[in-house]
């Protein structure tokens, strides 16, 4: 009797219900981007994957490895802030798939005073995280007063952000090429400091304290959401915003409040890229960049939960940096980009499995709630 109740609670947990969709996602995605990577060239098939899977396993020197291992989770943090946007909104019932251009601002912010002004990295932080929550808050606005839908609001405003930052950063850059200039030799104070951490990924210059502060800010997003009041009136107003309005809550407000501090968490996150070198940008590129569509996958995969998104962020990182290391000879360079678009992609039915194992725990429960009253009736 007790083991059966015990197998009840434990297939009937969300938690694990999340976990174990989680996995089937990841194992159908990494089965469907083998298959496509066999219908291309069935010889190299298998290295490929693995390659992808390894990452910075790839090198067999532990050195080199821990290296490339601290360049991944450079590049996690500002996914892991993504993810934290789009799960703030979501949660608070809204959709914002801004977050890329709410990243590109932030991105524009923080290097042109770094660039221009030769601003400290932290006055270059704090500006990315305004910049971007000023255009969420540009859709939640959009949202409130003229009842605009945040998805259409925040696509066009994807396009108007990268084409502005163009513009704008065109003013810092190489005069040989569209890239921004270097801030390692160009303002160095603007570089986010590592603080030590470097030194325990073979001084890697490109870890910084941004890694734990992304996670700070995940512990921060959980906190406020199920601790705070604030949370609870946010959460309230995207539930049902009329009866957020009928108990006295500021239903507009909130709107564009939550807009607002998604926005911040997309354009910190840019901060924590940019800032620490790792890459600069290109004043010619024609499409807002995938961060905070990945962070979509993440967020999901992580089943919307602040802490399962720092595992998920590392996971989408993870196979994203590994498909670097296909071999070029054999697939074209743009495979380790499908591949990692095909695992993503399946990434984002987790709560659609999900839904579909609570319905059988459901009927499973339903059938054993008859059989005992048949036999107790009996």
């Given at each position: 009797?007790?083991?059966?109740?015990?197998?009840?609670?434990?297939?009937?947990?969300?938690?694990?219900?999340?976990?174990?969709?989680?996995?089937?996602?990841?194992?159908?995605?990494?089965?469907?981007?083998?298959?496509?990577?066999?219908?291309?060239?069935?010889?190299?098939?298998?290295?490929?994957?693995?390659?992808?899977?390894?990452?910075?396993?790839?090198?067999?020197?532990?050195?080199?490895?821990?290296?490339?291992?601290?360049?991944?989770?450079?590049?996690?943090?500002?996914?892991?802030?993504?993810?934290?946007?789009?799960?703030?909104?979501?949660?608070?019932?809204?959709?914002?798939?801004?977050?890329?251009?709410?990243?590109?601002?932030?991105?524009?912010?923080?290097?042109?005073?770094?660039?221009?002004?030769?601003?400290?990295?932290?006055?270059?932080?704090?500006?990315?995280?305004?910049?971007?929550?000023?255009?969420?808050?540009?859709?939640?606005?959009?949202?409130?007063?003229?009842?605009?839908?945040?998805?259409?609001?925040?696509?066009?405003?994807?396009?108007?952000?990268?084409?502005?930052?163009?513009?704008?950063?065109?003013?810092?850059?190489?005069?040989?090429?569209?890239?921004?200039?270097?801030?390692?030799?160009?303002?160095?104070?603007?570089?986010?400091?590592?603080?030590?951490?470097?030194?325990?990924?073979?001084?890697?210059?490109?870890?910084?304290?941004?890694?734990?502060?992304?996670?700070?800010?995940?512990?921060?997003?959980?906190?406020?959401?199920?601790?705070?009041?604030?949370?609870?009136?946010?959460?309230?107003?995207?539930?049902?915003?009329?009866?957020?309005?009928?108990?006295?809550?500021?239903?507009?407000?909130?709107?564009?409040?939550?807009?607002?501090?998604?926005?911040?968490?997309?354009?910190?996150?840019?901060?924590?890229?940019?800032?620490?070198?790792?890459?600069?940008?290109?004043?010619?590129?024609?499409?807002?960049?995938?961060?905070?569509?990945?962070?979509?996958?993440?967020?999901?995969?992580?089943?919307?939960?602040?802490?399962?998104?720092?595992?998920?962020?590392?996971?989408?990182?993870?196979?994203?940096?590994?498909?670097?290391?296909?071999?070029?000879?054999?697939?074209?360079?743009?495979?380790?980009?499908?591949?990692?678009?095909?695992?993503?992609?399946?990434?984002?039915?987790?709560?659609?499995?999900?839904?579909?194992?609570?319905?059988?725990?459901?009927?499973?429960?339903?059938?054993?709630?008859?059989?005992?009253?048949g036999g107790v009736s009996a």
């Amino acid at each position: 009797m007790n083991s059966t109740k015990e197998k009840k609670s434990w297939s009937s947990n969300e938690s694990v219900q999340t976990v174990i969709a989680s996995l089937i996602c990841i194992l159908l995605g990494l089965l469907v981007g083998y298959i496509v990577l066999l219908f291309i060239n069935p010889a190299g098939a298998t290295n490929a994957m693995l390659a992808i899977l390894k990452n910075f396993l790839y090198f067999p020197r532990p050195a080199v490895a821990l290296e490339y291992f601290g360049s991944t989770l450079a590049k996690t943090a500002p996914l892991l802030m993504c993810t934290l946007s789009i799960l703030f909104a979501y949660k608070v019932g809204l959709f914002n798939i801004g977050a890329s251009g709410q990243y590109t601002v932030g991105a524009g912010c923080c290097l042109y005073l770094a660039l221009a002004y030769h601003m400290p990295w932290y006055v270059c932080m704090v500006a990315a995280m305004i910049g971007g929550g000023i255009l969420g808050a540009i859709a939640g606005a959009l949202k409130a007063y003229r009842n605009v839908n945040e998805v259409i609001a925040c696509i066009m405003i994807n396009w108007l952000s990268l084409y502005g930052i163009n513009m704008l950063l065109t003013r810092v850059k190489e005069s040989t090429n569209s890239y921004t200039f270097a801030l390692r030799t160009n303002n160095p104070s603007a570089l986010i400091p590592g603080l030590g951490l470097e030194s325990l990924f073979s001084n890697n210059r490109y870890v910084t304290i941004a890694i734990p502060l992304a996670i700070a800010f995940a512990i921060l997003v959980w906190i406020i959401l199920e601790k705070t009041k604030l949370g609870y009136e946010l959460k309230a107003t995207g539930y049902n915003k009329n009866a957020a309005k009928y108990a006295g809550m500021r239903e507009k407000r909130n709107i564009i409040l939550t807009m607002f501090m998604s926005g911040c968490l997309a354009g910190l996150g840019a901060s924590f890229l940019y800032l620490s070198g790792i890459e600069q940008w290109s004043c010619a590129q024609t499409n807002v960049p995938a961060m905070g569509f990945n962070g979509i996958a993440a967020a999901f995969l992580g089943g919307l939960h602040p802490i399962g998104s720092i595992l998920a962020a590392f996971f989408i990182q993870h196979i994203t940096s590994g498909g670097s290391y296909v071999d070029k000879m054999i697939y074209a360079s743009q495979i380790s980009d499908l591949i990692s678009a095909i695992i993503i992609y399946f990434c984002s039915f987790v709560f659609l499995l999900r839904h579909i194992m609570r319905q059988r725990v459901m009927k499973k429960m339903h059938k054993l709630h008859k059989t005992q009253e048949g036999g107790v009736s009996a």
